[in-house]
């Protein structure tokens, strides 16, 4: 895949924790981290998207709250 070089400002915070998790080998460099939360929220738009298509329109919340209860993407106290 080619690469692109950009600019772009980002909080502090997301850079030292993102820098961090490049020192305990959980990527391969700041980019390469960076990509990957890009592909990442990439992936959630194009998911989100094929449910508004079933749906007719963007997903009921309680309907996307149970799913990611079932799937333990969040503790269940943490969501409604």
Sequence with gaps: MRSERVTVTLPAELVAKARDAVRRGCAASLS???AEAVAARQSRDRSLAT???L???PPPQDELDAARRSLRLVPSAAVG
């Design 32 to 34: 390469a981290y960076v």
């Design 55 to 57: 749906y007719g329109g």
């Design 51 to 53: 449910l508004a298509d």
